[in-house]
């Protein structure tokens, strides 16, 4: 009995003293504040996050893909994927026209869809979905094909009369979201609006709207663009490039967040000029911004983090600076990946990669995060 009760303080001793010194070495203070205005609660963050850098740990635990081999494990042009609550993984192979289904092992179950004018054939599809009704949403023109989990096609809505429709989501009400473009000819101006439509997609209302081009200037293949991703509670996360900064919409489309960060502008490199959309297109002239927009896109796990990819890239060039914010909008730490996320789902991270042969490959990585 004795040297029980003199093991346990001292395990439970070494134990605290491993936490203090381990939380010691990653945390600071959150250095932020957090005020009502209007209504809308202002999440106002500083440049430094909460946690050091090696805030999170991967662990890689699947690699689907092969340069030579079993045709089921090659791929030609990967556009998107998806995971549903089972983890298996549908693949959009925007080359071969079809979607190949793999499990959580990375074994191939099936292949489905292909080119054509037919129902649920393809003409140029661009990305895949999940639904939380549990359909596969294939988005293709301005066209979006619904199908099973096994591939059994179920209708198809068109988006023909919308000026571009495209990068749909939705929600659990079956609402669907895209970004449509308004184009007036005679004023030669151009507006990009976010817009929400119900299940048949009749127009309901616009959540948010920022200016196009105009006739007659100068395009700038850097131009500043928005992206959203719509939370478990319907809510809707807007980010415009522009400002550091990320809107929150409730389902009815009133502001109720804002979340800003401080931040220092990334000069754009002239080989990233040289590699710019512009080159491509030699009719056109040209007006390159000499700084980069405000963060390029994000993502958000199932916990409700969200994860900023920015410009910044580390000192070797190789990875990107990511930006981690919690649910409730403070900066809690900045990450390094070779890759872009692409799926977060049940403590998995998802990616296309690509290796220096130009072969693609579907990863899954286990993810801790450590605080």
Not at 267 to 277: A, H, L, Q, V
Request: charged share 30%.
């Amino acid at each position: 009995m004795k040297s029980k009760t003199k093991v346990i303080p001292a395990v439970l001793f070494l134990s605290v003293i491993i936490m203090l010194v381990s939380c010691g070495k990653q945390k600071s203070e959150w250095k932020g504040t957090i005020e009502e205005a209007d209504g809308v609660t202002v999440v106002n963050n500083p440049k430094e996050p909460i946690y050091s850098e090696n805030a999170v740990s991967l662990e890689e635990e699947l690699s689907i893909g092969e340069a030579e081999g079993r045709k089921e494990y090659m791929f030609s042009q990967v556009r998107s994927i998806a995971v549903d609550d089972e983890e298996n993984i549908y693949v959009l192979d925007r080359k071969e026209v079809h979607i190949k289904v793999f499990d959580k092992d990375g074994e191939y179950l099936r292949t489905f869809g292909k080119k054509g004018q037919g129902p649920g054939e393809f003409n140029i599809p661009s990305s895949i979905l999940i639904t939380p009704q549990n359909e596969i949403v294939v988005e293709d023109s301005r066209v979006l094909h619904f199908f099973t989990f096994k591939g059994e096609f179920i209708k198809s809505l068109f988006a023909a009369k919308i000026q571009f429709f495209g990068r749909t989501s939705m929600d659990s009400q079956s609402s669907i979201y895209a970004m449509t473009a308004i184009i007036n000819m005679e004023k030669g101006t151009s507006s990009y609006e976010l817009k929400k439509f119900d299940s048949n997609l009749n127009f309901l209302n616009t959540v948010a709207s920022i200016p196009g081009p105009k006739a007659g200037e100068p395009f700038d293949p850097f131009i500043p663009l928005f992206y959203w991703k719509i939370c478990e509670n319907d809510n809707i996360i807007y980010g415009y490039q522009k400002n550091y900064e990320f809107l929150v919409f409730n389902p009815e489309g009133k502001l109720i967040k804002k979340i800003v960060k401080e931040h220092t502008p990334v000069k754009i490199k002239e080989e990233e000029k040289e590699k710019s959309p512009g080159d491509s297109l030699p009719p056109l002239k040209y007006a390159l911004s000499g700084f980069h927009t405000a963060f390029f896109t994000f993502s958000l796990d199932e916990e409700g983090r969200i994860i900023v990819q920015t410009w910044e890239k580390t000192e070797d060039r190789e990875r990107y600076y990511y930006d981690v914010f919690d649910p409730e909008g403070k900066y809690i730490a900045k990450v390094s990946f070779k890759f872009r996320p692409q799926i977060w789902k049940n403590h998995k991270l998802y990616t296309i990669e690509e290796d220096e042969e130009g072969f693609q490959r579907i990863k899954r990585y286990k993810i801790t995060w450590k605080y």
